[in-house]
Structure formats: structure tokens, C-alpha cells
């Protein structure tokens, strides 16, 4: 595939290598040349099969509508976006597009939703709770997407919102902590990344798994498909 990388710091770069290891043709395409999604366009999307996004949460709008316009299939590893998610929707909708975003690109962390979402149940018997999560200085969004998106799984199936804490410190890759507690016990369950390889490696096979397709999809929903 011709994928165009938006996006190469910590993760993004890892994207591109993994890429590369798949025999996929990348370019990357920096900031400097792409201000508010300016070059995103139909003639320097023209070769692109794919465009897999790890920016910021400021700039990944303009570069879904870049994208869209183009027609162009595209994966999002950029969170702290997700208020606009059905205005999103409706735009890959209208133009024919596929798309998967992710809290989490990582098969672990997916796993982890599903346990979460198994967990939620003591919610509804007596249970309290909180969610924690740890990353490295440099995150821009807090919570996190991942924490974000647990809190949701929990509510969905346990009827209750969990509260979160943020801490960032050092170059932590990520660390996501549930505590569930009662009267007579409390249940601890904790997701560490050890390097972000897990989400390059993710979001790439993820872009394998889109070619041919359209459609607006969660990575969680996918996730045992790639």
C-alpha cells in the first residue's frame, strides 16, 4: 500500500518503521507542509491508498476533512477529538470513505475494553470505583483516549460514571488502572504498555484491514479482525 503518515513523533515514527517492515511505500507529511490540513489535497492524495493520522487533537479535524474530501480511507490514532465524532461520522458517510479510529491500537488494551466491560457488572451490585491512568510529560489530551473510553465501556454496562485521574510523568508509554470496591472487597485490574510498538503495530494492520472497505468503524469493534 502507499500510506501517508501524518504525524511522526514518538508513536508515528513507529508506525512508519513497522510500515515499512510490511513492504508498504510511506511518506510523511509534517506539519510545516500541512498547516490546518492546507495540503491535504486531491492532487497530493492523488497516489495515497491510506492516510494514518497520529498528530494532535487541533489538527486531526482538518486532516479528516482533507482526507474525506479526497476520498481517501483513513485510520485515527489521535484521540481528544471525539466531541465532534458524529459530525465525523456523517462526513466519512458522505463521502464514501473507510475509517477507523481508536482509543488504542493495541490488541492488549482492546482486550483489556472487553474485560472492563465484563467487570462492570459489580457496578451494579453495590460496587463503587475510579479509573487511573499514567502517561509520559508530553500527552496533550487528559484523560486519556483509552481512559476515556473505558469509562464509557463501564458506564454502558455497569450504569454508573467512574471518575479519572490523570498523572503524567516521565516517558511512560501508558498505564490504565480500574478499582472496583465494596463493603467486603475490591477488584483491581491494570493494563501497562511496555513500548508503543503495540499501537504502530495496530494501526498499520488496521490500515491492511480497511483496503477495499467503507465505512466509519471503532477500532475495538474490528480489533479481532486484523
Known amino acids: 500500500m502507499n500510506i501517508l503518515l501524518l504525524g511522526c513523533g514518538k508513536t508515528g515514527s513507529l508506525v512508519r518503521d513497522y510500515a515499512l517492515e510490511r513492504k508498504h511505500h510511506v511518506r510523511v507529511l509534517d506539519e510545516a507542509e500541512n498547516l490546518d490540513g492546507t495540503g491535504l489535497t486531491p492532487e497530493t492524495l492523488r497516489h495515497v491508498d491510506v492516510a494514518i493520522d497520529f498528530t494532535t487533537p487541533k489538527a486531526v479535524i482538518k486532516n479528516i476533512e482533507g482526507c474525506a474530501?479526497?476520498?481517501?480511507?483513513?485510520?485515527?490514532?489521535?484521540?481528544?477529538w471525539y466531541g465532534e465524532i458524529e459530525r465525523v461520522r456523517a462526513l466519512v458517510q458522505q463521502s464514501g470513505i473507510g475509517f477507523v479510529y481508536g482509543?488504542?491500537?493495541?490488541?492488549?488494551?482492546n482486550l483489556f475494553?472487553?474485560?472492563?466491560?465484563?467487570?462492570a457488572e459489580a457496578l451494579k451490585h453495590g460496587y463503587g470505583g475510579s479509573i487511573e491512568e499514567l502517561h509520559h510529560i508530553h500527552k496533550k489530551d487528559a484523560p486519556s483516549g483509552t481512559a476515556a473510553k473505558l469509562q464509557q465501556v463501564l458506564e454502558q454496562t455497569g450504569g454508573?460514571?467512574?471518575g479519572i485521574a490523570s498523572i503524567r510523568e516521565g516517558d511512560a508509554p501508558g498505564t490504565h488502572t480500574i478499582v472496583l470496591d465494596s463493603e467486603f472487597d475490591y477488584l483491581t485490574l491494570t493494563h501497562t504498555a511496555k513500548s508503543r510498538r503495540g499501537f504502530a503495530e495496530g494501526a498499520v494492520k488496521a490500515a491492511e484491514w480497511l483496503q477495499g472497505k467503507t465505512g466509519f468503524y471503532d477500532f475495538r469493534e474490528i480489533f479481532h479482525e486484523v
Do not use: D
Open 103 to 109: 482509543a488504542n491500537f493495541s490488541f492488549g488494551v
Open 160 to 162: 454508573k460514571k467512574l
Open 69 to 80: 474530501r479526497a476520498g481517501k480511507n483513513m485510520v485515527v490514532g489521535t484521540t481528544g
Open 113 to 119: 475494553f472487553e474485560i472492563a466491560k465484563v467487570a
